[in-house]
């Protein structure tokens, strides 16, 4: 029989990309002729992803930005407001005035600007921006990043492959506790639980009796609820007694680097999650709240714009210096976009229409605006994305099909995205 790294050899590529054509050519000839199934070669690509180490930062805007002051100005308009565009390091690029630090990085990301959806509630469209499905009946959809753990998450890690900072996430759903979100309420102090309150030997005795003592009711039809709970509690027992938890503790840092990345909570999880992602994390989302802006815009985006701004692009620059840039996909995005109308209270209101995101690293190309509005910012007029295309984009980038099915909690198989297909250009 032959290895199943022959079918593996097939169908990755150097970038780790997989083609349908090369796929199905191993399938019909490796390995059908070694005899494995369908399952074995999945099973291979999952592990073949898993040592590359790939990885993903979600930059959530929560609340919702103005693409008119980030990154879609229209400088002249009467759409745009009093908030000026200035130039960044791609050539006739510009983004609104106040992003001064990521300016001069924009050829190292991309920029998406003609992102469309028609959710303009924040809890739907927060739904929808991290799972590529509107919000529906009976089906509780995992977040993306429990999907991202799940599928290129290294099963042995002692830390959790998901952590979620200054906010909480969309959680797994049917994929289980085991790709819950590790919260961290405020990255200026290490979680409470680390480390470990006993010695390691004294923590197993107290989880084997708590195994012992729910046996019963395991028996008595709560099995799966206890073996929730004790996948729960190994979990944090690995961790508490991990040397990795070290990546929690931002006063290793020097100074320095803590200044780079702003002492904000927004800057100083951008730290976090650098220095968790090196550790071997798979997904981290740190969020930046109060983007909701429907009144005193300008004055709220003075406050909101420059620690956002800092701490995103020392992110961007800090991951690229260590070599990480390459194989982490960082996001930057919110729910939906705002109004092109300045409101009667100096705002502007939900706008799901057009919005815009950054993307960088993990084979995304720097440098790249992808889609247009109108001159005025009110209508896309070239290449509109949906949210699933984004969220194939996110696949890409990370290695993971997008049609793969977990099975959900009305027995029915669910693709991590339905529909839609990358956006080729951005690679």
Request: proline share 7%; charged share 20%; net charge positive.
């Amino acid at each position: 029989m032959l290895p199943i790294q022959t079918c593996v050899d097939v169908r990755i590529s150097s970038r780790g990309v997989v083609s349908r054509r090369a796929f199905l050519r191993c399938l019909a000839g490796g390995v059908a002729a070694a005899g494995l199934r369908w399952s074995d070669c999945l099973s291979a690509r999952a592990h073949e992803i898993r040592r590359q180490g790939k990885a993903c930062i979600l930059l959530w805007m929560a609340g919702g930005p103005s693409q008119f002051e980030t990154f879609d100005p229209k400088p002249g308009t009467d759409t745009q407001g009093p908030t000026k565009a200035i130039s960044t390091s791609v050539p006739g690029l510009q983004i609104a005035e106040h992003w001064t630090h990521l300016a001069p990085l924009m050829k190292h990301a991309a920029l998406l600007r003609s992102l469309t959806s028609k959710e303009g509630n924040h809890g739907r469209a927060t739904y929808l921006l991290h799972t590529s499905y509107a919000p529906s009946g009976g089906i509780v959809h995992p977040g993306f990043g429990s999907t991202v753990a799940q599928q290129i998450g290294p099963d042995d890690f002692d830390l959790p492959s998901f952590v979620s900072i200054s906010g909480t996430s969309i959680g797994p759903s049917f994929l289980g506790v085991r790709y819950a979100p590790f919260i961290v309420t405020n990255p200026n102090q290490p979680p409470d639980n680390l480390p470990a309150p006993v010695p390691g030997q004294r923590l197993q005795r107290r989880l084997d009796l708590l195994r012992e003592l729910e046996q019963e009711q395991a028996q008595n039809g709560a099995a799966e609820r206890v073996q929730d709970h004790q996948t729960l509690y190994q979990q944090t027992a690995r961790m508490v007694l991990s040397p990795r938890t070290k990546a929690f503790q931002l006063d290793l840092e020097p100074d320095r680097v803590r200044d780079q990345y702003g002492r904000s909570a927004f800057g100083q999880g951008c730290l976090m999650a650098r220095r968790l992602i090196e550790a071997g994390v798979t997904f981290v989302e740190v969020q930046a709240s109060g983007w909701d802006t429907h009144s005193n815009e300008l004055k709220a985006l003075k406050k909101l714009v420059p620690p956002v701004d800092q701490a995103t692009a020392a992110l961007l620059a800090d991951l690229r210096t260590r070599g990480l840039l390459e194989r982490t996909l960082v996001i930057w995005m919110g729910e939906f976009g705002r109004m092109p109308r300045i409101n009667l209270t100096a705002g502007r209101d939900h706008y799901p229409t057009v919005f815009n995101a950054i993307l960088a690293g993990a084979g995304i190309q720097g440098g790249r605006v992808i889609g247009k509005t109108d001159a005025r910012g009110i209508e896309i007029i070239d290449r509109p994305i949906e949210v699933s295309d984004l969220f194939c984009t996110f696949c890409q980038a990370l290695g993971i099909d997008p049609r793969t099915e977990n099975e959900s909690n009305v027995g029915r198989p669910i693709p991590i995205v339905e529909h839609g297909a990358a956006v080729r250009e951005l690679f």
